[in-house]
């Protein structure tokens, strides 16, 4: 299993031959230089919230693909609106069996609009549990107890995909308690560096995961880890 920074909530996530494109925005990220996004085939796209920021480059990659796309119902109901076809609507609290594994739609504490004011539901994160691991996509949210019933209920969370940019979402001080909450020792950092109000200290930010000894990636755009 592999995940591929491209960049701000954008990642890729390779589960054997499936690869699963997590909020896409690409094009308009102003840290990906000369961006084309002709050569992105994925097999599935998910979706955590309406905002500009996570859907921006969906519907080209989901028409250039045919990847089914995943995500609420009030998202999903928008892109039917818009022509796709290969759809797939859950809501929070839900889960289904993909081919690639388990989905858990989970909580976010945030806001979820289109950037031309349609209603995007309640924004969420997911669970995915494979055969071999499970990884948690917090998406855009705040720090929540709700993150500490996801470990109870499934299992062993291997690795966490959190925000910590701050001002939009949780900083890494609440980063660190999330993952306290979720009795998962290794995070994957997002959201964080695109825009001016996100920008982060690196050193600082991996200060205060080692304090309390947490791994923490700060991954670079591009940057694939094996996991
Ligand atoms: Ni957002
Ligand atoms: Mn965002």
């Known amino acids: 299993m592999k995940i591929n920074y491209i960049g701000h909530a954008c990642i890729s996530i390779q589960i054997d031959d499936i690869e699963i494109l997590v909020d896409p925005f690409i094009t ?3 840290l990906i230089k000369n961006a084309d996004i002709t050569q992105f085939k994925p097999d599935y796209i998910l979706i955590t919230h309406a905002h500009q920021d996570h859907v921006l480059d969906v519907e080209k990659i989901a028409k250039q693909s045919d990847a089914q796309v995943i ?3 009030e998202i999903i109901g928008y892109y039917t609106n818009k022509g796709l076809k290969n759809l797939h609507a ?14 858990t739609s989970t909580i976010a504490f945030h806001s979820s609009s289109f950037a031309d004011g349609s209603h995007g539901g309640n924004p969420n994160g997911y669970l995915i549990k494979t055969k071999e691991k499970q990884i948690y996509i917090a998406g855009d949210t705040a720090l929540t107890h709700e993150m500490k019933l996801l470990p109870k209920l499934y299992g062993k969370i291997d ?8 001002n939009f979402t949780m900083g890494a001080k609440e980063a660190v308690m999330a993952a306290e909450f979720l009795k998962c020792d ?6 964080f560096d695109t825009f001016p109000p996100i920008k982060i200290n690196h ?6 995961f080692t304090e309390k000894n947490i791994g923490l990636i700060l991954p670079s755009i591009g940057e694939s880890v094996e996991i």
Request: no cysteine; net charge neutral.
């Open 28 to 30: 308009g990220n102003p």
């Open 203 to 208: 050193e600082e930010t991996k200060a205060i």
């Open 159 to 166: 690795w966490s995909i959190l925000p910590i940019g701050g």
């Open 90 to 103: 859950m809501n929070t609290g839900g889960s289904f069996d993909f081919p690639f594994g388990k989905v």
């Open 186 to 191: 290794k995070v994957f950092g997002y959201h």
């Open 71 to 73: 995500s609420n119902a």
